[in-house]
């Protein structure tokens, strides 16, 4: 009887040590508002429409004990130069033939998670028929469950279209 209240409180003591173990939640979140094409100031308001709002959205997790990512549409889009967006580079040799392949693609979850937002964002303009996305803003809100981190990215813009 007395080894199995021992048990009971070694029991207890351990799952009291676990539990202040364990890490609490981290959530962080980042902005960036861009200012306008300068060239777009030389426009008149008659020189253009305003389509409305576009806003695209991703979620990417990334899952720190396997390294695996889930929720790339492997789909991205930029806004500017696409050469920060990083590279990816394999070669394979058949019968002799040396075929090198390069893919320009995201590195990190975060910036996955951007790419995919963006390409949304663009898809919603060509849906438009827009000629551009002005004005474009980024959220990202980036969280922490049970060793998975947890990226989710808003863009969103004003679509337009040149006369």
């Known amino acids: ?3 199995i209240g021992r048990v009971s409180v070694l029991a207890v003591l ?3 040590l676990a539990a202040s173990c364990a890490t609490a939640p981290i959530s962080t979140s980042t902005s960036n508002i861009n200012s306008p094409y300068v060239g777009f100031a030389d426009l ?7 389509l409305g709002k576009v806003t695209g959205l991703a979620e990417i997790s990334y899952n720190q004990t396997t390294k695996m990512v889930s929720g790339d549409t492997l789909k991205y889009g930029y806004l500017g130069v696409m050469g920060s967006a990083g590279q990816t580079q394999s070669t394979s040799a058949f019968l002799g033939i040396l075929r090198t392949t390069q893919v320009v693609a995201p590195s ?6 951007t790419a995919n937002a963006i390409f949304d964002m663009i898809e919603k303009a060509d849906a438009l028929a827009a000629d551009a996305v002005l004005f474009v803003t980024t959220k990202i809100v980036r ?3 049970a ?3 947890i990226t989710h990215v808003t863009v969103s813009g004003v679509a337009v279209r040149l006369k």
């Open 44 to 50: 008149g308001s008659g020189d253009y429409t305003v």
């Open 108 to 113: 990190s979850p975060d910036e996955k998670a």
């Open 14 to 16: 351990v799952a009291l």
């Open 1 to 3: 009887m007395k080894s």
């Open 147 to 149: 060793g998975t981190l």
């Open 143 to 145: 969280r922490q469950e």
